[in-house]
């Protein structure tokens, strides 16, 4: 029974906390394998973090003090602990970019029924000399539906509270809990404080465009159509529609396709476009592409008589466009073989006339 007293009714909240502390275990971990399963199934993208936790007891009964305590006393509103505390249960979501936030945000309000919302990344951003923790915050419960599913039915009553941040955020939320805002706090430490925030809110925005950037030179390395063919090397082959400079995202389109048994390691892959870059700086994908239609039928048959006189040896995908590339422009990749390598595939192409 409600009421204004405030040492019973923290009796009371004891009681109920000590009583269902196990079932506030299990829907914590329902309501986490809930939403995994949501966002695995969706096109959101990577989450770098889904956990829960049970808020402390004692906690609770401070935030309920500093909260509302005061004001529900001054109105002579009767009052139980339990109601003011949404975050008793709470999840918390971390993607690894912003603009996933409120992706996520949109999926869950559309599988459970949402209580409240607060945008602290807004309240943030519209106040000039804010700084502080940015993230979304929903108080969510269970929609009718799924508290009728049978192994739900224990939880209907509990709520919980889910925090949706960026993988920045996450991290600034950490510094936030050590440098809380105080209404003492010096002027010079404030103007810090804005500084270093404004620096990670730079960084979340930084990796965003960066995502998009890369995104964009994946599809640029996509569309464009590759001849389906490896030519005979004296036969005119066509180049390629393409003018971009070589990277790592076209360089593994035109590869992969002539190499398609083979996985190109993305490490690899950086420090090989380099060695191309370092030797012709200007060399285009269509080069590439050119370089492995015109070549590459000689050099498996190098290959094949070079594996043969030696057993045991290798010759790698690498290895093969490295021998390309020497033969589409012998004077640009000079230093693309080494030595031993260059003298003798020189004297197989002697021999064999090429």
């Known amino acids: 029974m409600a009421s204004l007293d405030f040492e019973k009714e923290k009796l009371v909240f004891r009681k109920f906390y000590d009583g269902n502390r196990q079932l506030f275990e299990e829907a914590k971990n329902a309501y986490i394998s809930i939403i995994k399963s949501l966002i695995k199934q969706s096109d959101i993208g990577e989450m770098t973090k889904i956990e829960g936790r049970i808020k402390d007891k004692f906690e609770c009964i401070k935030k309920f003090h500093r909260k509302y305590q005061s004001r529900l006393e001054a ?81 209907p009553q509990l709520s919980f509270e889910v925090q949706i941040r960026s993988l920045i955020q996450d991290a600034w939320s950490v510094l936030d809990h050590k440098i809380k805002y105080k209404k003492s706090i010096p002027n010079d430490l404030k103007r810090r404080i804005n500084l270093l925030s404004a620096l990670f809110e730079l960084a979340d925005r930084e990796f965003k465009e960066i995502r998009n950037a890369t995104d964009e030179l994946l599809l640029q390395a996509t569309v464009v159509p590759l001849d389906e063919t490896v030519a005979d090397n004296r036969e005119k082959v066509e180049p390629v529609a393409s003018d971009k400079t070589i990277n790592a995202f076209n360089f593994l389109r035109v590869a992969g396709h002539f190499f398609q048994d083979f996985e190109f390691e993305d490490y690899k892959v950086d420090g090989f476009v380099q060695d191309i870059l370092k030797l012709a700086p200007r060399y285009k994908r269509s080069d590439l592409h050119d370089s492995l239609i015109q070549n590459l039928k000689t050099v498996r048959e190098y290959q094949a008589d070079f594996l043969a006189a030696n057993p045991g040896s290798t010759f790698s995908p690498y290895t093969a466009i490295r021998h390309c590339l020497y033969l589409f422009n012998p004077k ?21 006339q090429r």
């Open 75 to 155: 109105d002579g509103q009767a009052y139980e602990i339990r109601d003011y505390i949404s975050d008793l249960i709470g999840i918390r979501v971390v993607c690894l970019y912003e603009d996933q936030i409120a992706t996520v945000a949109a999926l869950l309000q559309q599988h459970f029924k949402t209580i409240e919302v607060t945008d602290k990344i807004s309240a943030v951003e519209g106040t000039e000399d804010s700084f502080g923790y940015k993230g979304l915050h929903m108080d969510l419960s269970l929609n009718d539906e799924m508290a009728a599913v049978p192994k739900y039915q224990p939880y």
């Open 332 to 352: 640009s990749f000079q230093r693309i073989l080494s030595e031993g390598p260059k003298a003798r595939f020189i004297a197989w192409l002697e021999k064999n």
